[in-house]
């Protein structure tokens, strides 16, 4: 199949998914077409054959804000016109599904078929606000085929937006040949000494994720084990973070790494993820945690519980039960039997469900089905 791949260029979920879905579909024979306003983080373009077009977003001094969703539209126009692409699969509904659905009339003597993934915020927060809502209803119900990311999302999209087009659940996905446990002891010494534990959190520190709670979650549970947290990841509070550590935690107890690109050694090294978000629509970075054989402790919120297995991999603690989920990761912690048997059985997890090849397989039945009703 010819494929077009439209999504954020950033270290965020929607991003990564669809750019690893682009790498895989591409592996498998089908030619690939990623367009986006900048070289998404995790596209390794000279490893693959996939084509990538950047999204030119021209400024003028009377705009205010930059009309990108028309830059984007006339983007994916051209790649239809050029290269005869049997679909645009969009992930994240604004302003990706709009602005395929404008290059889809444009390009209307193509049967170019244009398949939208929903991945979370596009829905939980940015799709429900007033400013936005009509017109992700329209787009969402104007896409040939809807995917969402968890039950919970699609459930939520069709609760919230009384979408009429039925949406399948495909989940996230993890590469488990790069999310894999390893034994790398000179990076463990790096960070921590033998007796202190690890425990690892990667966001966006938007405030959903809740960073500066983390900390200070981490300043409670080194009062009962000795432990250092790795922060990886940058976004708005990550001052204010910087600020809490040096108020709760001993300086050198915490680690701001900032954006990693081998995301997989640190997790590997990890005792522990700890992942404190108010909402999650399924929580990929729990999933490659989990990939890397360590157990992770969440709330119970959102798609959380399709991603993590409460008492197998990991814990979810009831929402904003603080006090519970200091207990439930200093049992962790202190317990080097259970985490590696919870470590294991959350390897297996992953690669029993959410193996890129198996859910890559679910994309192409998914497509192949949506074609099939041009
Ligand atoms: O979590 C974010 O703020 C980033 C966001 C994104 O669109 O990149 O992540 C969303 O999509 C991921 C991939 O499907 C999911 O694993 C995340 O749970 C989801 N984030 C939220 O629902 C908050």
């Known amino acids: 199949m010819k494929i077009g791949i439209v999504c954020y260029p950033t270290f965020g979920g929607s991003g990564v998914i669809a750019t690893e879905l682009g790498t895989s579909l591409s592996r498998r024979g089908h030619e690939v077409h990623i367009i986006c306003y900048n070289q998404p983080a995790r596209l390794y373009i000279h490893d693959t054959d996939i084509t990538f077009h950047l999204v030119n977003v021209v400024s003028y001094p009377l705009f205010e804000f930059p009309p990108y969703t028309l830059a984007l539209a006339s983007k994916i126009y051209e790649v239809i016109e050029q290269h005869a692409l049997d679909l645009v699969h969009v992930h994240y509904a604004i302003p990706h599904s709009t602005a395929a659905y404008l290059a889809q009339m444009m390009a209307s003597h193509h049967p170019t078929r244009i398949i939208t993934t929903l991945h979370g915020t596009d829905i939980i927060l940015v799709g429900l606000d007033p400013s936005y809502r009509r017109v992700t209803k329209f787009s969402i119900e104007q896409s040939n085929g809807v995917t969402a990311v968890s039950h919970y999302l699609a459930d939520l999209t069709r609760a919230e937006f009384q979408v009429q087009i039925p949406i399948r659940v495909i989940p996230n996905f993890v590469d488990l040949a790069t999310f894999r446990p390893q034994h ?9 000494k033998p007796h202190e534990r690890i425990i690892v959190h990667i966001s966006n520190f938007r405030p959903l994720k809740r960073v500066p709670l983390l900390i200070q979650l981490f300043a409670r549970i080194l009062e009962q084990v000795p432990a250092r947290l790795l922060l990886i990841g940058n976004g708005p509070d990550y001052p ?30 990890a005792d522990l993820f700890l992942f404190p978000s108010e909402i999650e629509s399924f929580g990929l970075a729990a999933l490659e945690a989990l990939s890397c054989g360590v157990p992770v402790v969440a709330f119970r919120v959102g ?3 399709e991603a993590i297995v409460h008492g197998e991999t990991g814990y979810l603690v009831e929402p904003d039960d603080v006090e519970g989920m200091i207990k439930a990761a200093v049992e962790l912690l202190q317990d080097a039997d259970r985490r590696q048997a919870m470590g294991e059985r959350g390897r297996r997890w992953v690669e029993e469900h959410f193996n890129i090849v198996d859910v890559t397989r679910q994309y192409e039945e998914f497509y192949r089905h949506v074609l099939s009703q041009a």
């Open 240 to 269: 204010a973070c910087v600020d809490l550590v040096r108020r709760y935690a001993p300086h050198n107890q915490v680690f701001f790494l900032d954006f990693v690109h081998d995301v997989a050694s640190i997790l590997s090294i």
């Open 303 to 305: 798609g959380l519980p």
């Open 184 to 192: 790398n002891p000179l990076l463990r010494a790096k960070y921590a």
